[in-house]
């Protein structure tokens, strides 16, 4: 590839969508150039390159911008050779794009909904919503990872269950997952969460766990 | 190529649907078209996409592929050397129509629903984002014939079957796309000149119907 390649990634520092980012550029062995958004106060530049959504993350190649980061992880895959993020055979990629796009329609919307929502109703069925979604994931779930033998674009999607749904469970004191429930989940959260390519992005555990309890504890104050 | 078997589980009304069939005409695919009864979905349907239910699959050689989007990038990987290409060949461009189909499903698809099975305020809002968000695609297109560019691609493939829902759109919500979103209906023309493109959706009228009854199903009417 040529060596004249600028490349910066916008992002906060615990978004799991930032993180799919990360990951990829990580794992093709990019070098970038990160820059810390801030959500309330966002940059120039982020609504300069991502005007339609003004969201994170935002890729920067050579100055031209990309956004949303299932389209970020493909592209880097495309971009960059080496370690092979999507599969090489396009009936495997659909299925990758397949469980990629279930786990942002099906588990995030739930799980926000189970742990934020004002209705308590709406939160109890964000809550069976999200259970329904882990069983069909664990169900699907054959080897050590969604992409067999190493990570690939549904890891990436899916780590979001292995890190960040945890810590918002003990948070808020949901009741959506658990190892006993979903065993071959739980032993795919410790591979992925041990992977050292994962490991080096991931932010403090007990730094996420700070913040959501503040969010939890800030909504039962405003009650 | 070895003898293939392509089934399509399809439905004549669904936009998405609708973006298969476009995609299997513009590569020159011979498939099996089945109609789906979406009222009373058959056992071929549930046994295909177990997870959604919903129409298009793409069976290819008994192997079910789900999601539209999914299924258009599917047939432009499996069979590149056939018929025209529906993505750009480079990284970047690809990764500007897979955004603007992605746009086309989240501001696209959720508005224009409002706007036939919603009534009083609810209407009104799903009409106001529709028209933003075609006005945003119009911005998109620029002075370009397609999103493609010069040449029909992805994001023209994804966007127009939602035309043939334009006149229901209009009666139902009592406004005319062409007054706020002129080029957007210019470039609309101009796709349905494409014969992939006008074999693949239904008349408006049919649309319509079928919209009436489920609007009564829904108890909108």
Redesign the interface.
Known sequence: MASNQHVKLFGTVRSPFVKRAEIALKLKGVEYEYVEESLSNKSDDLLKYNP?HKKVPVLL?ND?P???SL??V??VD??WTGYPILPSD??H??QA??WS??IDDKVFPAAFKAAWNPNEKERDKGAEEAREALQ?LENKLKGKFFNGDSIGLVDLAALYIAFWLPLIQEAGGLDLYSGEKYPKLEKWGHEILNHPVVKGVLPPRDNVLAIYKTRFQNISASK | MATQEVVLLDSRCSMFAMRARIALAEKGIEYEGKEQNLADKGPELLQMNPIHKKVPVLVHNGKPICESLIIVQYIDEVWKDQGNPLLPSDPYDRAQARFWADFVDKKVADASSKVWTKKGEELEAGKKDFIAALKQLEEVLGDKPYFGGEVFGYVDLVLIPFYSWFYAYETCGSFKTEEHCPKFIEWAKRCMQRETVAKSLPDPKEVYEIVLILRKRFGVD
């Open positions: 339609v190649h031209k990309v956004c949303e389209v970020i493909e592209y495309e971009a396009p009936y990629r659909a794009r397949f796009k279930f069909i």
